[in-house]
């Protein structure tokens, strides 16, 4: 965050409470009904899940024990049998719900799709019975490697059914990425697309499935299925891919939903931390359907009535949770939209709202910066009028977007709900109740009940009030990350030791400081680790500085987030180079396009500076602080005095 976002969010006082029109109808209607669940959850938690679970989820078989907590590992609904495709489409298909639009699906090119349960459900079937066809059997795992189109729902929906986990890789990732992925979780199948449509131009996916699985790449990998969407020449390798029009044609359209375990492994994805490698976020059955399907209905207060509209990609947990498994499991109407505003469609985002009358919006602060800088003339020229709730997710918000997200789009009617919450918490966290808490811009209010936040110090006490602290949670949760993939180890490490009370007590340390105002609204300060945030989407600053150094060119790299009034940060990054050479233009422009090949477009480095040599101390770490401090053109702040030579600074200073 800049200084002037971060000044502007502590000066924030004004309060923006639920009109009484809008609290009348909401299904959770006063801060009291708040706290009172929120006391319900605290003095007897097991209680409070096992009920919400029992009149919320459909079960082929109950649990013994609701939760079996052996810090850091939980087990939430030990020994019930669940199926999630079953409670996101079967259970529908005997109300009236059976022809109402589950998806409705927009393209990029104008194209569009709505499809009802009951279509949803067949279309499912039929990816299953092909999953099968194709030698997939329960606990094996899946790679979907897709554009934004219902397929991709469709091919996770078909993996719960089967029992089989899915690992989702966001289409914008290289080849390399991609069989990182695919490499670490013994991927069966892949799931993918000929390419998608994105911003005008068509994104080629097949080819990078190709590269990544040349030369037997990834030898688990027997067999790619690709849906048609963009209709580019791709190569088919024979008897290892298939069209999936193909193979739908003669699957049926019947596949029983297999009972899970409510511990079974649901899917995988990849997020990245502060080591080099990417960790396989592991979420289970049971609690993970739960928790999605629960925080969908109280915080978007969901009606039958509502058209859900959730910009993000299913590539990443937000897709995951909020486009296709919470909407779904409650029922409701979820839009999925491949496109998004670019210089010839600015306004698109309002068409769709109009189109469709959607009455609930969710994207992220850099894209309502972005959409701040096209114009209000755009959204003024539209119809929004039935936008009744607004979301907002990603990263911390400046006051000043979420006032113009309020008076702008929601007209100033709308409550927003700023949700912070991660991939490894699967589900909200924190977030206001949209008829419940008077929302404060730039803070995401109170926690969710059930879940026990604070904001502490390295041993874990308390922090005073407007005191900067770490931002912990405190008793286990059902949609909590149950590992990192093949490594418990890290598990423990990267969330549980951080933060070490002296009572032994285990807290789940999330990455982020925050503080608590005197009113006990939380505001998160951001990541206090060296993990960026780049327009939503998080990067390890090591994960881009192992890409640059595996160019033959590059001695040694250190990655820092620059302030981006857009991005909320951009990539900058330090090099030094083997040998004598001297940095030029060139070389930059083939370090960022070597970094986009390692990783994809979106760790692209937006600058890289040549240096002789990195600020270290004397221990020989990187001084990172400093290097933060130049990469957004302010003066070296703080103590300097741990630094070996002090020249290095000079010529840092005077760039490249
Ligand atoms: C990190 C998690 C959860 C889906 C999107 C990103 C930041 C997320 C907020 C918010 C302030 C937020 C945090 C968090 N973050 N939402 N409302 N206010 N910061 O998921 O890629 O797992 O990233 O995003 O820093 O730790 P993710």
Redesign the pocket.
């Known amino acids: 965050m800049s200084q002037a976002t971060i000044e502007s969010i502590l000066k924030e006082q004004r309060t923006f409470p639920p009109s009484p029109e809008f609290a009348a109808q909401a299904s959770i209607s006063s801060m009291d009904e708040y706290r009172q669940l929120y006391e319900k959850a605290q003095a007897d938690p097991a209680g409070f899940w096992a009920e919400l679970a029992e009149q919320e989820l459909h079960w082929f078989q109950k649990w013994d024990q609701v939760l079996d907590w052996q810090p850091p590992f939980a087990k939430w609904f030990v020994n019930g049998k669940l199926n999630l495709s079953y409670n996101c489409l079967d259970r529908h298909l005997t109300t009236w719900r059976k022809n109402k639009a589950a998806l409705i699906w927009e393209g990029e090119p104008g194209d569009s799709r709505t499809l009802t349960y009951a279509q949803l459900h067949r279309e499912v079937c039929q990816m299953a019975n092909v999953y099968k066809q194709l030698g997939v059997k329960k606990g094996d795992l899946v790679g979907i490697y897709m554009p934004m189109i219902p397929e991709a729902a469709i091919a996770m929906l078909a993996c719960a059914r089967i029992g089989a986990a899915h690992s989702v890789i966001f289409g914008g990732f290289s080849a390399e990425a991609l069989k990182a992925r695919l490499l670490d979780a013994n991927a069966k199948l892949v799931v993918t697309a000929d390419g998608g449509f994105r911003k005008d131009k068509i994104v080629p996916l097949k080819p990078a499935v190709d590269e990544a699985l040349q030369d037997d790449g990834v030898p688990s990998v027997d067999n790619v299925l690709v849906v048609r969407r963009t209709e580019q020449k791709i190569h088919m390798e024979p008897g290892r891919d298939h069209w999936w029009h193909d193979l739908q044609a003669g699957a049926s359209k019947d596949c029983p939903a297999e009972p899970m375990d409510s511990e079974d492994l649901l899917f995988i994805l990849y997020?990245?931390g502060t080591t080099g490698k990417p960790k396989g976020?592991v979420h289970t059955t049971g609690g993970y359907n739960l928790y999605t399907h629960i925080t969908c209905k109280w915080t978007f207060d969901l009606k039958d009535t509502d058209v859900y509209w959730c910009t993000?990609d299913v590539g990443?947990?937000?897709g995951h949770?909020y486009i296709v498994y919470g909407p779904l499991s409650n029922g409701a109407t979820s839009l999925m939209f491949e496109g998004a505003p670019r210089p010839s469609n600015p306004g698109c985002l309002w068409d769709v709202v109009e189109k469709y009358g959607v009455t609930i919006f969710y994207t992220?602060?850099t894209a309502i910066r972005a959409l701040i800088k096209m114009g209000e003339h755009l959204p003024n020229a539209r119809d929004l009028s039935s936008l009744r709730i607004l979301g907002?997710?990603?990263?911390?918000?400046n006051p000043e977007a979420w006032m113009w997200y309020h008076r702008v789009i929601g007209g100033g009617r709308c409550p927003i709900v700023?949700?912070?919450?991660?991939?490894?918490?699967g589900g909200f966290m924190?977030?206001p109740l949209p008829g419940a808490t008077a929302t404060k811009p730039g803070s995401?209010t109170f926690p969710f009940p059930g879940i026990i936040a604070d904001i502490v110090d390295l041993e874990g006490n308390p922090v005073a009030d407007n005191q900067g602290g770490y931002l912990v949670i405190k008793h286990p949760w059902p949609s909590m990350m149950r590992t990192v993939y093949g490594d418990d180890e890290r598990f423990r490490r990267t969330y549980w030791e951080h933060i070490a009370p002296q009572d032994g007590q285990s807290l789940y340390f999330?990455?982020?400081g925050a503080r608590r105002d005197e009113d006990g609204y939380f505001w998160?300060?951001?990541?206090v680790d060296d993990?960026i945030?780049v327009s939503?989407?998080?990067l390890g600053t090591m994960e881009v500085e192992s890409a640059l150094v595996s160019h033959p060119a590059v001695a040694e790299a250190a990655v820092v987030g620059r302030p981006d009034e857009v991005k909320g940060e951009d990539v900058f990054a330090f090099v030094t180079l083997e040998g004598s050479g001297d940095g030029s233009e060139a070389l930059a422009e083939e370090l960022k396009a070597h970094v986009v090949k390692e990783i994809g477009a979106i760790a692209r480095p937006s600058e890289i500076r040549f240096t002789d040599a990195m600020p270290k101390t004397r221990s020989g770490k990187i001084m990172r602080r400093l290097l933060r401090n130049l990469a957004a053109g302010q003066e070296v702040a703080g103590d300097t005095s741990t630094l070996e030579d002090r020249s290095v600074l000079d010529k840092l200073r005077g760039g490249a």
């Open positions: 997020t990245s976020v993000a990443w947990i937000t949770s992220a602060p907002t997710v990603g990263e911390p918000i700023d949700t912070w919450w991660q991939t490894e918490t924190l977030t995401a999330a990455g982020d998160v300060m951001g990541r993990v945030n939503g989407h998080r």
